[in-house]
């Protein structure tokens, strides 16, 4: 039996290396004989860079830049090379503009910047790198992408030509882009992918701001102004750009940037559980797999729509391969799942607990889900006889 082994992390409490170990563990009491195949799986936020290196071969790139408040800070970025391709980079955003990067008190959606993933890019393009994937998941800002393009030498002026400060809350004060100074690099044949697992538009009720801002620290005051900054910012970019994001299904993501690459560097927005997958070539490494154990923190119906556990269940169905997901826990709705090619759900929690208790023996948690599932796989491979 060939088992492939593929979650996404438990966010809080395990990593998807820590997931693979334990379940491998199990498999291993259960299955002796069995081949068992680990594949680290994230979906464009924390964590991204790393579940592709674990299946690929490249190095990490390690600058200083500017984080989600301006401080200095240190981030990296991967840099895949080959004999037969040209080089390409992944840019994990959380690195360097990620939420986790700030203490509670340090949200604020009204002024924190998107800088240092433009900062990342450019260092990028500086090491003559032109396809760049932007992984942009798990950030701290709502800046509309400002921060960023900033970075690239894109300029945003004020009604008095002075540069405004790239954040959120400057937003409502752009009166022009220039783009005269931008990198000379970007003027090349530059190859950008926007790798989200989110539809939301720019603006509007379901867009970045409404939708994000909360989490970020914004009140319903302060929401109310970055929605407003991001709709004239918004209408300054269709007139000086020609680009009419509002409306663009991905632009919200990650405060705004998701738009503000396509606006200003052309990029193409894909799906992050499937960018992931192409990128750690999940399709050959499952081609001789029986059985695949996927997993994430909780599955719901969100997890249907274009999550990991749809990415991995709906790969795994093309090729007539059942999946069980080992879960933290299970909404009805996730029933939406059986759908999108996942044979089972299997939650970890199997009584009621308060949540300290669940992170204290979440490992413990896991291993006994992990054994019941080996177990009904038993029961399943013994009727079968």
């Not at 981030?75 to 203490?103: C, H, K, Q, R, V």
């Not at 499937?274 to 154990?293: G, Y």
């Not at 749809?310 to 391969?321: D, F, L, P, V």
Request: some cysteine.
């Amino acid at each position: 039996m060939h088992i492939v082994i593929a979650p996404d992390s438990f966010k809080g409490t395990l990593s998807s290396e820590q997931i693979i170990q334990i379940i491998s563990a199990e498999a291993r009491l259960h299955f002796p004989d069995a081949s068992i195949t680990g594949v680290p799986i994230a979906d464009g936020g924390e964590g991204t860079l790393q579940a592709v290196l674990t299946s690929r071969d490249g190095r990490l790139r390690h600058i200083s830049v500017t984080n989600p408040v301006f401080e200095k800070t240190e981030a990296s970025y991967a840099i895949f090379e080959s004999s037969d391709s040209e080089p390409a980079a992944i840019i994990e955003m959380a690195a360097a503009s990620g939420i986790t990067l700030l203490s509670s008190a340090q949200k604020s959606a009204l002024k924190t910047t998107s800088y240092g993933t433009g900062e990342l890019i450019a260092d990028a393009l500086r090491q003559g790198i032109r396809n760049i994937t932007a992984a942009i998941g798990g950030s701290a800002t709502n800046d509309g992408g400002i921060g960023a393009m900033s970075a690239l030498g894109f300029r945003f002026l004020d009604k008095n030509d002075k540069e405004v400060v790239p954040t959120g809350e400057h937003l409502i004060n752009v009166a022009r882009i220039d783009t005269s100074t931008i990198l000379s690099e970007l003027t090349e044949n530059v190859s950008f992918t926007i790798m989200c697992d989110v539809r939301n538009p720019f603006t509007g009720p379901c867009g970045a701001t409404y939708t994000y801002g909360p989490q970020k620290g914004a009140s319903p005051e302060i929401l109310a102004q970055l929605e407003e900054g991001m709709l004239h910012f918004a209408d300054v970019i269709k007139r000086d750009l020609g680009k009419d994001i509002k409306d663009v299904p991905g632009a919200g993501a990650a405060g705004g940037l998701g738009g503000a690459l396509c606006a200003f560097l052309d990029g193409s927005p894909k799906s992050g559980i499937q960018t992931m997958l192409d990128l750690v070539r999940f399709n050959e490494i499952i081609e001789k797999a029986d059985i695949i154990i996927t997993g994430e923190g909780c599955a719901d119906g969100q997890s249907a729509q274009g999550k990991v556990l749809w990415g991995i269940g709906t790969n795994a169905k093309e090729k007539g391969i059942p999946v069980i997901a080992i879960t933290g826990g299970m909404l009805p709705d996730a029933k939406q799942l059986y759908d999108c090619g996942i044979t089972a759900i299997v939650p970890a929690l199997n009584y009621a607990m308060p949540l300290k208790e669940v992170l204290e023996h979440s490992q413990s948690l896991l291993h006994d889900a992990a054994e019941r599932t080996f177990l009904l796989l038993k029961t399943g491979i013994s009727l079968a006889k």
